[in-house]
């Protein structure tokens, strides 16, 4: 892996915190600055577009009229009664 210097400007206050937060996590204030970037930079990546899901379905002619497959209480209603 290769590391590059260099420098950045950053307010005072938000400096400090963030050492304070390195030292008690015991890790460095490099590696909370390049967490921060890869989490910032994951945040803006577009969204890889999945392929539509084809639902096989076998047999009958899909749902019998009232039923609700969002409401599973009166899904096992419908069942126990048939």
């Known amino acids: 892996m290769m590391f ?3 420098t950045i400007r950053i307010d005072d206050n938000i400096l400090n915190e963030a050492k304070k937060a390195a030292l008690a996590s015991n890790i460095t204030l490099s590696d ?3 967490t921060a970037i890869k ?3 994951s945040q803006r990546r577009p969204k ?3 392929e539509p ?3 096989i379905t ?3 002619r899909g ?3 009232g039923v609700d497959l969002d409401d599973s209480a009166s899904l096992l209603d419908v069942m126990e009664n048939d």
Do not use: A, C, D, N
Request: no cysteine; net charge positive.
């Open 48 to 50: 890889s577009k999945r």
């Open 32 to 34: 909370i600055v390049e």
């Open 58 to 60: 076998y047999r009958g």
């Open 4 to 6: 590059m210097r260099t």
């Open 63 to 65: 749902l019998k009229p």
């Open 39 to 41: 989490e910032f930079l």
């Open 53 to 55: 899901v084809k639902i």
